[in-house]
């Protein structure tokens, strides 16, 4: 199970940390991933970090700005936003996925865990 939480309203320029809490399993066995939804919109890849934290891939609109990073020993993966804008609202879901290859996340099928979202909004 996982839960996303540290979601909340912040203004443009400004910064949040989503955090994704897993019971049950120890993310050391997967990828993990943060996904985004904005309303009106697909849900689009916005994160991935390989199992052990050494490779990660980011989507081109939140490269430079947004950092994956996770925390085995907690069993907690992380996703720190800075510079937010306000095109960057959406609710933010944490994914899991078991499959070799991290890269396999960002497509979102075949993840076998899907969080509960948590709402980010940045005003302009």
């Known amino acids: 199970q996982l839960q996303a939480f540290g979601g909340g309203l912040v203004q443009d320029g400004g910064s949040l940390r989503l955090s994704c809490a897993a019971s049950?399993?120890?993310?050391?066995?997967?990828?993990m991933g943060w996904f985004r939804q904005a309303p009106g919109k697909e849900r689009e890849f916005v994160a991935a970090?390989?199992?052990?934290?050494?490779?990660?891939d980011y989507a081109d609109p939140v490269k430079g700005r947004f950092t994956i990073f996770r925390d085995n020993a907690k069993n907690t993966v992380y996703l720190q936003m800075n510079s937010l804008k306000p095109e960057d609202t959406a609710v933010y879901y944490c994914?899991?996925?078991?499959?070799?290859?991290?890269?396999?996340?960002?497509?979102?099928?075949?993840?076998?865990?899907w969080g509960k979202g948590s709402q980010v909004t940045v005003s302009s």
């Open positions: 994914a899991a996925d078991s499959r070799g290859n991290y890269l396999a996340i960002k497509g979102g099928f075949g993840v076998d865990y």
């Open positions: 049950g399993r120890p993310i050391s066995g997967f990828t």
């Open positions: 970090s390989s199992r052990g934290g050494g490779s990660t």
